[in-house]
Structures are given as C-alpha cells and as structure tokens.
C-alpha cells in the first residue's frame, strides 16, 4: 500500500489566515492525488484532484500544489465555513487516505 | 443531478453479513463508476471496493476475502455485500461516483449521498 502522511494533524487559524497543509506520500504518485473536506454529519466533500483541479462549485480561495511525493492545500483566505477535517487520497492504484488534519477556527 | 442514498441495518452482531445498498435517482447507473468507502468513528477514511454498471469489480486487497459488490442495472442500485463482520466494521459506508477515464477510471470520489451509520455489536 502506499502511505499518505499528512502534516500537521491540527491547526488552529483566524479566519483571513493563509493555510497550508501538506501531504507526503511514500512513493511518487505523479499527480494523482485528490482532496476532500469532511464537517461533522456531512459526506466527504472532493475539493481538489489531480493535485492541483478544482473541483467544479469549489471556492477558488482553495488551490492544490505538488507531484511526485509531496504535495499541499492551501486555503488563501480561511473563512468561518472552511472548518472540519481535510484528507489527502492517492490514486495511483489502490486508494488509499492520509490520516487528516483537522483545521478550527481561532 | 445525480444523487445517491445507502440503505441497510444499522446494526449486526459479530459474524454476521452486511448488505448495503445504493440507488442511484436523478441519473442513470451508467453514468459513472461507483465505490464504497466508510469512516470509522473518530478515524480516518478508508476505500472498500470498486465496481461499474457492467459488473467490472475491484476490492481493497485487506477486504478482498470478505467483500462482494453486485449492479443492477434494471433498479439503478448497486450493493455490498461483507461477511463476517466484527466490531472493527463499525462506520459510516458510503457510496460514490468516480469519472470514467479513456482507458477505465480515476479513483477520486464525488459523495453525492448521506452516508449510512452500520454498527456492529452483541
């Protein structure tokens, strides 16, 4: 399997911040690589694939970077909306999931 | 506008099957590819199975020896079957749409459903 690993697990950030969340996986993936957001009681939202697509209807405020191993989200502007957990997903071959990160709002 | 619901029991006892179900209304079955995923509580996500309308399948090699996934075309619906359920199957199962590539599918996921609460207990 190919492990994601995502950095940090928490973070706290007032809302106008810029965030950044990284991803690693341990093995090149190119660019296939998905994000999503999960808010509590709410289906996994896709906000990113291909490491840097957004998702159609997805604010522009998010945009993915990255190839290979490395990889990150960053949130330009984080609103009061954007809180829950990120999720970072390779699909070279079988899907599999970072660990998240939960992101609050200060 | 497609959209998804699961449905099955939200609860089992050790050993027993899990059947879940999902219809697929407001579009065609054809439309996408399909997968199962679930959430344990207070985890991460983890990707069950894949499976298309003409019953090509793939499975998460950790749930290979347990998991089937059948379509039907005719209802629309798609289904999981997973035997011997234990605790460690306690989670939210959802089922999602993944887009077709030229040469078979892209493994990202749009979840156009709720998501269904399955727990497994004595």
């Known amino acids: 399997d190919i492990q994601m690993t995502q950095s940090p697990s928490t973070l706290s950030a007032s809302v106008g911040d810029r965030v950044e969340i990284t991803c690693r996986a341990s093995q090149t993936i190119s660019k296939w690589l998905a994000w999503y957001q999960v808010q509590p009681g709410n289906a996994p939202k896709l906000l990113i694939y291909k490491a840097s697509t957004l998702e159609s209807g997805v604010p522009s405020r998010f945009s993915g970077s990255g190839s290979g191993t490395e990889f990150t989200l960053t949130i330009s502007s984080l609103q009061p909306d954007d809180f829950g957990t990120y999720f970072c997903q390779q699909y070279l071959n079988y899907p599999t999931f970072g660990q998240g990160t939960k992101v609050e709002i200060k | 506008h497609v959209q998804l619901q699961e449905s099955g029991p939200g609860l089992l006892k050790p050993s027993e099957t899990l059947s879940l179900t999902c219809t697929v209304s407001?579009?065609?079955?054809?439309?996408?590819?399909w997968s199962w995923i679930r959430q344990p509580p207070g985890k991460g996500l983890e990707w069950l199975g894949y499976?298309?309308?003409?019953?090509?399948?793939n499975y998460s090699p950790s749930l290979r020896s347990r998991l089937t996934l059948s379509a039907d075309t005719s209802r629309n619906q798609f289904s999981l079957t997973l035997s011997s359920v234990t605790a460690a199957d306690t989670a939210i199962y959802y089922c999602?749409?993944?887009?077709?590539?030229?040469?078979?599918?892209?493994?990202?996921?749009?979840?156009r459903g709720q998501g269904t609460q399955v727990t497994v207990s004595s």
């Open positions: 999602a749409s993944q887009p077709r590539s030229l040469t078979g599918t892209f493994y990202y996921f749009t979840f």
């Open positions: 407001g579009g065609s079955i054809s439309d996408y590819d």
């Open positions: 499976i298309s309308d003409s019953g090509s399948t």
